[in-house]
């Protein structure tokens, strides 16, 4: 069986047992166990929580001591284990911390999976990574939808049996894990070692280099971005009900199949993303993503289930290339300008930045703003909150393009072989 079939199974997996519930636990929530709704937010906010430290803690350990195919086995089955109880829990307050320890194991295995393919493409000569890692990875979208359609189809997405089906996955994966090349740590210890390098905190003197904490930066104020549209574009789309000539229309009764085009077009985008990079070079690939989050906002402000249905097609079309350009090109970027010693905290460092940082300032910042100076009479001014949204990530690019320093080098992508 060759690598690159294997490491697809393994890409599929890894999003299948974050799909089979993501999408769906509001119905859950609401429905099933019958909480109030002042609570909910919390839970996606336990995925930023847990990605302030668990993907570099988990790489930093992946660096220095253990295999990062072993660790990311036994962290899928700690995961499946706790969404198994998951479903008995019986309180709100104690399904929020619940659900903290399921993302404490299962956010810092994204990052894992990133090292897991480079290690085991670049141990093989015949590999090119920057054209082989896109054709894996586009599989864990793959996967993604199957699971938000399997769900669907079983009559699950209200009931416990989603967290069962994401668990039953997680186990097979977790195992499946233990058969996947090794990737041993690479780190060796040496007795003049700082005290930085002994606690593998290495990867954070990344920051010391103007460019790489230029990057980090960025990283954070897109994954902000990335929080924006997953936390009010389901919301936008569903409010058109409270305006009667659409209160009808196709995009009311079907929001969340609509939201779903921009899942269906990260699976084109993230195979284009070598064309990409080899013709325009990592810094233009990222920046073309940045613009891609100008349209995504700036689509939604002008659109209407009617005569502005294109645009909100086209809205969800762009997050493909918004969404995937800049988290592959970014972590290729990582892997091309960081030494082997601290890839994979590395790595995971990258994933707090977008998915932690980034990811909880997002959070609470746009909906303190949205609240505060967006929301009047319990209505929410989706025209100015979505240009506003625009407006960010225009600023972002604009910065971007103006500090960030990195001339393309059609050879720079070499590195990823070796």
Known sequence: MSIKFRLTAMSFLQFFVWGAWLITIANFWFGTKQWEGTQFGLVFGTMGIASLFMPTLTGIIADRWINAEKLYGVLHILYALILFYLPEVTTPDYFIYVMLSAMCCYMPTIALSNSICYTALKNNADNDVVKDFPPIRVWGTVGFIAAMWITNLTGS??????????????????????????????????????????????????????????????????????????????????????????????????????????????????????????????????????????????????????????????????YGMAFDFFN???????????????????????????NGVGAVLGSFTSGWAIEKFFTHNGTRDWYTIWLSFALYALLIAIAFAILFKHKHNPSELEQVKH
Request: proline share 3%; with cysteine; aromatic share 16%.
């Open 157 to 318: 997405k209200a009931t416990a049996y989603q967290f069962y089906i994401a668990g039953i996955a997680a186990i097979v994966l977790g195992l499946y894990a233990f058969t996947l090349p090794k990737c041993k740590p690479q780190h060796t210890q040496n007795q003049t070692s700082s005290i930085v390098a002994t606690l593998g905190l290495d990867s954070f003197k990344l920051f010391g280099t103007y460019k790489m904490a230029l990057f980090f930066i960025f990283s954070m104020f897109l994954g902000g971005a990335l929080q924006l549209t997953n936390a009010y574009g389901d919301v936008f789309l569903d409010e058109f009900k409270n305006i009667p000539e659409y209160s009808d229309s196709f995009v009311v009764k079907y929001s969340t199949i609509i939201m779903s085009i921009s899942q269906i077009s990260e699976t084109l985008f993230i195979l284009a993303i070598p064309y990409f990079l080899k013709r325009f070079g990592i810094k233009q690939v990222m920046l073309i993503s940045m613009l891609a989050w100008v349209l995504r906002f700036g689509l939604f402000a002008f659109s209407d289930p009617a005569e502005g249905l294109w645009m909100i097609i086209l809205s969800c079309i762009v």
């Open 328 to 354: 592959i090109s970014g972590s290729l970027f990582v892997e091309t300008s960081t030494d082997s010693t601290i890839r994979a905290s590395a790595q995971g460092l990258f994933m707090m930045m977008t």
